[in-house]
């Protein structure tokens, strides 16, 4: 499939100019943030791209404001600016007022890894999930991010969507293959534990799981694609058989999906054992490329693996 | 310092001491409110209520309390939010809902609060957190503009709330974009929450700040009819390409003696002695309260 060498964020906005395209009342405003097809954008549908500059507040307040008369929002920006920036302007703007804008956040956990903590998305999951009427969004490859730029018309407040510039190889060969009104897709049944992963971290899962089968763990992966609502009741009668449960983010480890997990895992008689696996809580304070800062915090492949093989080991 | 703009004398004596007479019964409101929750902003209120009466009985505002999400209304949005009883008294005596909720007014289970929200009949937006009306009122403005609708946005803010960096993005904003059917008005009574604004972080020139920013200003006496029924002809039937700004000169705290440029009563409630000077003040009898 040789359209889809394209990364998350140009999927995404591809699908989101044809969109527009066909509804003149889609809105892109974006903070001095850019994206390949965004020239298109301002070149052919003007009326409906705004660069509202380095003013992320001012942003959501014109985004209600155009939500509010019935314009089909969506604002942009690196994943700090566009959660953390505004973030009381997205609660009492979006949250309180039920506005359905969606939230585009460029740059899930590492990936603008060598511009430093000030750039990197790893608080914005937990940030997002303490908001009422939000809803959000964390795809795993290139296919769900485009479909995720498609508007509901019946959404009601406001949708955060955390892209990746990567989104390649794909997870999902067919749009079929994603269930929407789940929020989860159980990629492979796993006997001895399931791995519970969101966005990028789902690729990884998969070779985790393919690594720890020759070492005869039988392992399952769940795409956590929709983290709220966070759908409790299908994804505990995936995992309550299992004995084990790993959560697995390019997120900080307080209050992303490993503590949503935890959260369910705290109410259930009987549930498995569950280690999160994410950042710690604490800035890098060093550069290096993506791969190395994953490394760094043992979040590439052979940190994952070697984590969860002691860990099974010790709860035999 | 006042404009060539409001000196017009269109506005007849008599029809002066009618509003001088709703803006009294709007105080009363408003002590009435604040006393029986025991909680609410009685001085910021009091600073706005010549304003408020102005816009929504002049015939600035064109909106319908039987429908009141008309498309082609023009929406007013109280930035400042915690002068929400100012707003609730008037929109009770609009016909937005009954002026019994008045008496209920931050009660167990009541729809008004000390800050309003967009759930209440009348109210265009949620407020109550500064900075906020302004940029709201921008998207909603540009949103006319694109529909090519020809409402009108007007967004009342104090002036402590021009501490609010948003409210300088949103001005930025509202000039690059032309929005000439935005109008932003400041409640200039100099005094925010604790203190008096040029002793810890003054705001002047305000006027020529909006200026620099694009807009036109207008500088008006907030607390007079005439001229606030003639600065809002104006900024009804101008012609300028730029969102206009109207600074009101006021009082915080407005009618009562004790509490006027007293950031003390930001948030207080009178009682006791203080309660019947206020009722004095406002020529109020004991039962009336």
Redesign the interface.
């Known amino acids: 499939m040789e359209h889809w060498v394209e990364g998350m964020r140009d999927s995404f906005f591809r699908s989101l100019l044809s969109e527009a395209k066909k509804n003149r009342d889609i809105v892109l405003i974006v903070a001095d943030t850019g994206a390949i097809c965004h020239d298109e954008f301002k070149e052919k549908l003007s009326d409906q791209y705004i660069n509202i500059g380095i003013a992320e507040q001012n942003m959501i307040g014109v985004a209600a404001g155009l939500a509010i008369s019935g314009k089909i929002v969506y604002v942009y920006a690196i994943v700090p600016f566009a959660t953390m920036r505004c973030y009381e302007q997205i609660r009492v703007d979006l949250c309180c007022m039920k506005l359905p804008v969606n939230i585009v956040g460029i740059g899930a956990g590492f990936d603008y890894a060598t511009l430093g903590a000030t750039h990197h998305g790893t608080e914005d999951i937990s940030l997002m999930r303490s908001l009422p009427n939000m809803t959000i969004y964390s795809p795993a490859d290139s296919l769900t991010a485009s479909l995720l730029a498609k508007p509901n018309r019946q959404q009601i407040g406001p949708k955060y969507i955390r892209l990746d510039r990567t989104g390649f190889p794909l997870i999902y060969n067919n749009k079929e293959d994603i269930d929407f009104s789940k929020g989860f897709s159980v990629l492979g049944k796993g006997k001895d534990l399931y791995i519970i992963a969101t966005g990028r971290m789902v690729y990884a899962a998969l070779q985790v799981a393919e690594r720890l089968a020759a070492k005869s763990i039988d392992v399952g992966v769940i795409d956590l694609f929709r983290i709220k609502p966070f759908n409790q009741e299908m994804i505990w009668n995936v995992v309550k058989k299992t004995k084990r449960i790993v959560t697995l983010e390019e997120h900080f480890l307080t209050g992303g999906i490993g503590s949503a997990i935890a959260e369910m895992v705290a109410t259930k008689k009987n549930a498995p054992i569950l280690r999160s696996i994410g950042i710690p809580n604490q800035f890098c304070g060093i550069y290096g490329e993506r791969k190395y800062l994953q490394k760094w915090c043992k979040l590439d492949v052979n940190g994952i693996t070697k984590n969860i093989k002691e860990w099974v080991k010790e709860n035999l | 310092m006042k404009d060539k703009i409001v000196k017009g004398k269109n506005l007849s004596s008599e029809k002066v001491s009618e509003f001088k007479k709703l803006a009294k019964w709007v105080r009363k409101k408003i002590l009435e409110m604040a006393v029986g929750a025991g909680a609410g902003h009685i001085a910021p209120s009091f600073s706005c209520v010549e304003i408020l009466v102005a816009i929504y009985y002049s015939g600035f505002l064109r909106i319908n309390q039987k429908d009141s999400k008309l498309e082609n209304r023009d929406r007013f949005i109280l930035s400042k939010g915690h002068a929400a009883p100012a707003l609730y008294a008037i929109l009770a005596d609009k016909g937005f809902f009954p002026l019994s909720d008045l008496d209920r007014f931050a009660k167990e289970g009541s729809h008004l609060g000390c800050h309003p929200?967009?759930s209440t009949p009348g109210i265009?937006?949620?407020?109550?957190?500064l900075?906020?009306g302004?940029?709201?009122?921008?998207?909603?403005?540009?949103?006319?503009k694109?529909?090519k609708k020809r409402y009108l946005v007007a967004a009342l803010l104090g002036d402590g709330e021009c501490h609010e960096?948003?409210v300088w993005?949103?001005a930025?904003?509202a000039a690059q974009y032309q929005l000439n059917n935005l109008l932003a008005i400041i409640d200039h009574n100099g005094l925010s929450a604790t203190g008096v604004l040029k002793n810890y972080l003054g705001v002047e020139p305000l006027k020529k700040k909006w200026e620099s920013f694009g807009w036109d200003a207008v500088l008006v006496d907030g607390h007079s009819f005439e001229e606030l029924f003639s600065v809002l002809k104006f900024a009804s039937s101008r012609s300028s390409n730029k969102p206009l700004v109207i600074i009101a000169l006021t009082t915080k705290g407005k009618g009562i003696s004790f509490m006027e440029n007293n950031p003390i009563w930001h948030y207080r409630v009178p009682k006791g002695e203080e309660l019947e000077i206020a009722r004095k003040e406002l020529n109020l009898v004991n039962k009336e309260v």
Do not use: K, N, Y
């Open positions: 929200e967009d265009e937006i949620f407020t109550g957190s900075g906020h302004l940029p709201v009122g921008a998207g909603l403005a540009l949103s006319a694109l529909d960096g948003s993005e949103a930025m904003f």
